[in-house]
């Protein structure tokens, strides 16, 4: 499974990027479908994920401020990130679970200055 995700950025705070990410096959073929983060010297953590239902969660860091969707015709899932803060400033990786089964993209740079 490929899980290309676009390029990150970097911004100002209080600024916006939206990032995608294209999964090789259908996104129905996955329980659920979300992103992750690790900051530098930080564990990795979970951002956002959308099941295969539609259902939504976002974490409390980012709740408000981070919306996750998706286009079922593309495969694709996005984040919009807005307003980002540089606590903001991470890692992405695009994931994708099926069962017990985890996929990874191969993470896009965040960085967000004051």
């Known amino acids: 499974v490929q899980l290309p995700a676009s390029r990150g950025g970097s911004v100002q705070a209080g600024g916006s990027l939206r990032l995608s990410c294209a999964a090789s096959?259908?996104?129905?073929?996955?329980?659920?479908m979300g992103w992750y983060r690790q900051a530098p010297g930080k564990q990795r953590e979970l951002v956002a994920f959308?099941?295969?239902?539609?259902?939504?969660n976002v974490a409390d860091p980012v709740k408000g401020r981070f919306t996750i969707s998706r286009d079922d015709a593309k495969n694709a899932v996005f984040l919009q990130m807005n307003p980002l803060n540089p606590e903001d400033t991470a890692v992405y990786y695009c994931?994708?679970?099926?069962?017990?089964?985890?996929?990874w993209g191969q993470g896009t740079q965040v960085t967000v200055s004051s």
């Open positions: 096959r259908s996104i129905f073929s996955f329980n659920a």
């Open positions: 994931n994708a679970k099926n069962g017990m089964l985890y996929y």
């Open positions: 959308i099941t295969d239902g539609g259902s939504t």
